[in-house]
């Protein structure tokens, strides 16, 4: 049988579909416009505050979560949805979306770590 | 595979002509603002590690009109991301047991039980 990538690809879209499905508004909320609007205090997302959150190694973990797996649900339902649109899905818009998803995972998981 | 696939042309707005293909558009879009808000977050991290200042900066550019038109955008479309994915959760992992289906109803309510306590969990965390 022909290796497949599809397991890994699907298990990445349906996990990050999951976590944004659940967390992503709220946090679009708070950052977005709670906080920047004055609904809630701007201590909330305070400079002491977030260093205390990122520095925790657990709280690291659950940011590159939060980060990692959206983005890849999002680079693999932009690939499908540049299809539908016409684009062909071939090597050069696989290439575009994962290896922006896959820059997006690094580029959070070296400033997690550095922090 | 046959060397010429007849492929037959769509117009390009195909996903206009029936209310149907437009909420699915609208579903599949939310991707756009989902990634860029995985972007917006590893920003805010890098601004957060090169200092308070830097961070300061960050913090004030949320407050500019154009940020607060993306996230109200992006809200839109999250709950658009989220409303989908919870009524297509059951038709993904059909439950059944014996030879009896369960109907997807309570599947889909559980989805926006949990979804309702973690959205509160993370807003008192987000306050205290």
Redesign the interface.
């Known amino acids: 049988m022909a290796k497949s990538n599809k397991p890994i690809v699907w298990s990445l879209f349906a996990g990050g579909g999951m976590l944004s499905a659940f967390v992503t508004p709220v946090l679009i909320f708070i950052t977005g416009l709670a906080v920047p609007l004055g609904l809630m205090s701007l201590d909330s997302l305070s400079y002491d505050r977030m260093l205390v959150l990122a520095q925790n190694p657990i709280a690291k973990i659950v940011l590159f979560a939060v980060i990692f797996l959206p983005l890849w649900h999002a680079a693999h339902r932009l690939l499908t949805t540049l299809h539908d649109l016409g684009l062909p899905k071939g090597r050069i818009a696989m290439t575009l979306c994962y290896g922006a998803a896959a820059l997006g995972s690094i580029a959070a998981a070296v400033v997690l770590l550095r922090i | 595979m046959s060397r010429k696939p007849y492929l037959r042309k769509?117009p390009?707005s195909w996903?206009l002509a029936q209310r149907r293909y437009t909420s699915y558009?609208a579903r599949?879009?939310?991707?756009?603002f989902?990634?860029a808000?995985?972007?917006l977050?590893?920003l805010?991290?890098?601004r957060?590690?090169q200092g308070?200042a830097e961070?300061?900066a960050f913090?004030d550019a949320?407050?500019s009109p154009p940020?607060?038109v993306?996230?109200?955008a992006?809200?839109v479309f999250?709950?658009i991301?989220?409303v989908s994915?919870?009524s297509l959760a059951p038709k993904?992992m059909p439950l059944q047991i014996g030879e009896k289906k369960l109907s997807g109803g309570p599947v889909v309510l559980a989805?926006y039980a949990?979804?309702v306590v973690?959205?509160a969990g993370?807003?008192l965390v987000?306050?205290i």
């Open positions: 769509m390009k996903w558009m599949e879009m939310s991707c756009v989902i990634g808000y995985s972007v977050i590893v805010g991290l890098y957060l590690s308070r961070y300061g913090l949320l407050q940020s607060l993306f996230h109200a992006a809200l999250a709950l991301h989220t994915w919870f993904a989805h949990v979804w973690v959205s993370v807003l987000a306050r």
